[in-house]
């Protein structure tokens, strides 16, 4: 299964810019890399999605390297309510598995 | 759009009963929809994935005679925790793959449904 890597937490402050690296080793040729934001008992809700180099949105920018064996969420200027669990899903043989997730935690 | 819903959004049953949950694309048709569940703490866990009139295809280790998943349509799909015993207490959540979605992990997501088995 395409399990990926993530830090299992980050600590930021108001007003600072994250980035959340995310490792997949085994990601299929053909497909994205997703990010989801999860806020507890809720279900996850879709950040942005990638193939290769940036995408950027409203919400986010997404960074993949030319090997796309990982790839960087960058949050700017994050707020209180930006406190969630963060994940990346990559699929590899038509599957993606959620990883452990980075717990975002942004202080005042 | 985009948008999925899911009902009920919380169900509490005794032990010994079943429970259905639905799970429904409101704004686009879904080919695939997936159900996920999910303890406290933890990170989701796929259970099954389903394809509108076939079969869903299980995970390892989870029980499809005790998890029935029915795809009738393009926009439903229902799971049916049947004989439901403490151990089935969880935070259920379904996601659904758009028709003609160009990635594999374009998946949008219900609310989720906290199942409590007394």
């Known amino acids: 299964l395409a399990k990926t890597t993530q830090p299992i937490s980050m600590d930021s402050y108001e007003g600072q810019e994250v980035n959340i690296t995310c490792s997949h080793n085994n990601i299929a040729t053909n497909d994205y890399i997703t990010w989801y934001q999860q806020f507890p008992s809720q279900g996850p809700r879709f950040i942005i999605q990638?193939?290769?180099t940036k995408v950027t949105n409203e919400v986010a920018s997404l960074f993949i390297p030319a090997d796309r064996k990982s790839s960087t969420l960058s949050l700017p200027r994050v707020s209180l309510s930006d406190t969630a669990v963060y994940y990346c899903l990559a699929p590899n043989a038509g599957k993606s598995t959620f990883g452990d997730g980075t717990t975002l935690t942004v202080k005042p | 759009g985009a948008v999925v819903s899911q009902h009920p959004s919380r169900v509490i049953c005794k032990s010994g009963t079943s429970v259905k949950i639905e799970c429904r694309s409101l704004d686009f048709q879904a080919t695939t929809m997936f159900w996920y569940r999910q303890f406290p703490k933890q990170s989701l866990m796929l259970m099954a994935t389903?394809?509108?009139?076939?079969?869903?295809?299980?995970e390892q280790g989870v029980e499809k005679d005790k998890f029935l998943i029915n795809h009738a349509s393009l926009t439903l799909s229902t799971l049916t925790v049947t004989s439901a015993h403490p151990e089935d207490s969880s935070f259920y959540i379904c996601?659904?793959?758009?028709?003609?979605?160009?990635?594999?992990?374009?998946?949008?997501f219900g609310p989720g449904t906290r199942l409590t088995v007394l």
């Open positions: 996601s659904a793959r758009r028709q003609g979605a160009s990635s594999y992990n374009e998946q949008f």
């Open positions: 389903s394809n509108e009139g076939s079969k869903a295809t299980y």
């Open positions: 990638g193939y290769k």
